[in-house]
Nanobody, 121 residues
């Protein structure tokens, strides 16, 4: 099992910045990619960004140029730095870790409990 704990959320004014952290513990070997998702009020959970094991960063259009995802492997931590936040960025942010193993590339996803980010004046 993998446990993921997010931190760093809160209330921020439009135009402000925030950095989320997600620490992985437990059976963390074979974790390949790590993801950040957002669930806005009344909407489905959507991908924001993910980072591959080789450090390659991937962003959705809404996150591109404003958000930066980074990874600190020795600390088993992934970060999401968010700038120029807008009310539309409000939601619960979830960290997800994907383990991949075996010659069949079996996958299993693990989710954090989520953390609230509110962008409002």
């Amino acid at each position: 099992q993998v446990q993921l704990v997010e931190s760093g959320g809160g209330l921020v004014q439009p135009g402000g910045s925030l950095t989320l952290s997600c620490v992985a513990s437990g059976s963390i070997s074979s974790i390949r990619d790590m993801f950040w998702y957002r669930q806005a009020p009344g909407k489905e959970r959507d991908l924001v960004a993910f980072i591959e094991s080789n450090g390659r960063e991937n962003y959705t259009e809404s996150a591109k140029d404003r958000f930066t995802i980074t990874r600190d492997p020795p600390k088993n931590t992934v970060f999401l730095h968010m700038e120029r936040l807008q009310p539309g960025d409000t939601g619960v942010y979830y960290c997800m870790a994907r383990k991949v193993w075996g010659w069949t590339e079996t996958r299993k996803d693990y989710w954090g409990q989520g953390i609230q980010v509110a962008v409002s004046s």
